[in-house]
């Protein structure tokens, strides 16, 4: 899968138009022909494509991703692996935020069923699905940043002092937050759906009958149950939440996998995109897979295999 | 016009999915922003002063007055011209694509369930290979090939969305495959383009109609989200999404507002309203919707 992956992308970047040893002239100084052959050579772009790919592949098999064009010196695989951290460290927060949320606000909608916390609460849900990450993080920033002066308005850390958690967690509450709303607010409306099923099942009805107060049967028996969507539901937001991400952290000026590959994309750096694109689809199909395994060992019912 | 009693025919099924659909209040509220929103942006020019890019140097950066009632950017352009020149070039560009993924969505689902087991075999490995990576990742891959501008923006949007309609309409036509009239006309030697066009498509026009719905309230968003990273509608064409761009920059984000709010909200607007028709069009077209 994943080297069919590979394939696909390595295929497409070398479809492009242009060369992609444009990007690494200077436009202003003149080259001669002879030059830029050798140049081409050195970079390994002369040669037929199935060879380049065939190369690249032995190459990254070994953990070697090559080198970015536009940055000579820098390793990819070197490059991406310092901007994971960053960007895991959002998703991670953003995802714990969302499922807090999502979830504590999903029961209570279910729970005061067709109230005035549950409109509003579901009207606040659709616009957050339906509003693009780059437009909440425009209006998060302006409303956060700009007018209230509580969060610093980007990057990760304060240039020039001490690194410390404190001002880690200053620059980071607001982005994740921003991010965490799509996936929050997907969260909520299932959860609440999911509840509502839950609660009008037979077994609820019987523990209510026995007498149990009701916060108990809806906190250990209902929600239990009701969870079960939720897993798989996490599990395949997390292209969603990939595709926020890289919007915020262009917006906030994150050090991240997004700001890289949207830089790359606009530099045409190739080894970089695909470099990147790989190991987010690894990611992806590692992800997949952890679900279906948390899906079998959280619900007995299903069996693995 | 015949009076018709309703004992003597009850409507078809088309009438009845008209009925559900005007019984969605969500859909209908759809449809109340939608069609004037779409009726200003078709026929601005005829009625408002200012053209796009239309530069007045005496009121650059101006907030929303009578004259302009959005306020201007920074060289002086009017803002809400811009804002509907931008929802002409998102609404070109979403129409544009749906379309062509609809296209490529159809024919490639329709070989698939039709063209025996091999190619259903290759073609679903390859829509599953296109899914596996996260849609804006792919966008991004697609964009850095295809540049910026209105026709690669369509080619790139469409290039990512039709793998969904495929699915759909391979498991549509996969059952329709078995149905009676079917094997009945392959029976008197209907061919591959019969079968697809006479049966396959007026059979799948809901999935049709559902998918183009919905799709080009995505597409207006992927649009907007690439020419907010610079890789889609490069200015000085307006968009919705280039518009929001501008906001990158901190003076406009801080003192400008106006200039990111109007094309913000526009975009919302858009795409809950578009959102709000395709979901009541799929409950509508859903005979199980009328057990509820």
């Known amino acids: 899968m994943l080297i069919a992956l590979s394939m696909l992308i390595f295929l497409m970047l070398r479809l492009a138009p242009g060369d992609p040893i444009d990007a690494y002239i200077d436009p202003n100084i003149p080259m001669s022909p002879a030059d830029l052959a050798d140049l081409r050579s050195r970079l390994g772009l002369d040669q037929p494509l199935p060879l380049q790919y065939l190369g690249w592949l032995q190459q990254a098999l070994t953990g070697n991703l090559g080198y970015s064009i536009k940055r000579l010196d820098q390793p990819v695989l070197g490059l991406v692996l310092s901007r994971i951290g960053p960007t895991v460290l959002l998703m991670g927060t953003a995802l714990v935020f969302a499922v807090i949320a999502g979830i504590a606000f999903g029961v209570i909608s279910a729970v005061r069923r067709n109230s005035i916390a549950d409109l509003s609460l579901s009207i606040v849900a659709l616009a957050g699905i339906s509003s693009p990450a780059f437009l909440s993080a425009l209006i998060g920033l302006y409303v956060f940043s700009v007018r209230l002066h509580w969060m610093p308005s980007g990057g990760m850390l304060t240039p020039g002092e001490e690194f410390s958690i404190g001002d880690l967690l200053h620059h980071l509450i607001l982005p994740a937050a921003l991010l965490s709303v799509a996936q929050g607010a997907l969260i909520m409306r299932y959860m609440r759906a999911s509840l509502l099923e839950v609660l009008n099942q037979d077994y609820v009805r019987t523990a209510r009958a026995k007498g149990v107060h009701k916060f108990w049967v809806i906190a250990k028996h209902a929600l239990r149950n009701a969870l079960l969507p939720i897993v798989t539901l996490v599990g395949s937001t997390i292209g969603l939440a990939i595709g926020g991400a890289i919007f915020i952290e262009s917006v906030f000026n994150w050090p991240g996998m997004g700001l890289l590959l949207v830089d790359a994309v606009q530099t045409r750096d190739y080894p970089v995109i695909m470099g990147a694109t790989l190991i987010i689809g690894a990611c992806v199909i590692v992800v997949n897979l952890l679900t279906d395994i948390t899906y079998a060992v959280v619900d007995p019912r299903i069996k693995v295999g | ?292």
Do not use: K
């Not at chain 2, 469409?158 to 329709?176: C, G, Q, T, V």
């Not at chain 2, 992927?222 to 280039?242: D, Q, R």
């Not at chain 2, 069009?281 to 199980?288: G, I, V, Y």
């Open chain 2, 1 to 292: 016009m015949l009076a018709r009693s309703p004992q003597s025919r009850s409507p078809g099924p088309l009438a009845r999915a008209f009925e559900r659909f005007l019984h969605n209040r969500a859909a209908v509220a759809g449809v109340c922003i939608a069609v004037p929103m779409l009726a200003l942006i078709l026929s601005y020019p005829l009625w408002w002063t200012f053209q796009p890019n239309d530069i007045d140097l005496l009121a650059m950066n101006s907030g929303p007055t009578m004259t302009h009632w959005f306020g201007t950017d920074g060289v002086g352009r009017d803002v809400f011209a811009r804002v509907l020149e931008g929802g002409r070039i998102s609404l070109l560009v979403a129409v544009a694509s749906t379309a062509l993924s609809a296209v490529i969505g159809f024919l490639f689902g329709a070989i698939s369930a039709l063209a025996g087991r091999w190619a259903d075999a290759a073609s679903m490995r390859f829509v599953d290979l296109v899914m596996t990576l996260p849609p804006v990742i792919f966008l991004l891959v697609l964009a850095s090939i295809a540049g910026t501008g209105i026709w690669p923006t369509v080619i790139v949007i469409s290039l990512l969305s039709w793998p969904l309609l495929a699915r759909m309409i391979r498991s549509r036509l996969l059952e329709l495959r078995e149905r009676d009239f079917v094997m009945a006309a392959r029976g008197m030697g209907a061919g591959i383009g019969h079968l697809l066009f006479r049966h396959g498509l007026p059979n799948s026009i809901d999935i049709l109609v559902v998918y183009a719905t919905l799709q080009i309230a995505n597409a207006i968003l992927l649009e907007a989200g690439l020419s907010f990273l610079g890789l889609g509608i490069a200015p000085p064409a307006a968009s919705w999404g280039n518009m929001l761009n501008a906001a990158r920059s901190t003076a406009v984000l801080e003192q400008y507002p106006w200039q990111w709010l109007f094309p913000g909200a526009a975009l919302i607007l858009a795409v809950l309203a578009i959102n709000f028709i395709g979901d009541g069009l799929r409950d509508a077209f859903d005979p199980r919707a009328e057990l509820n």
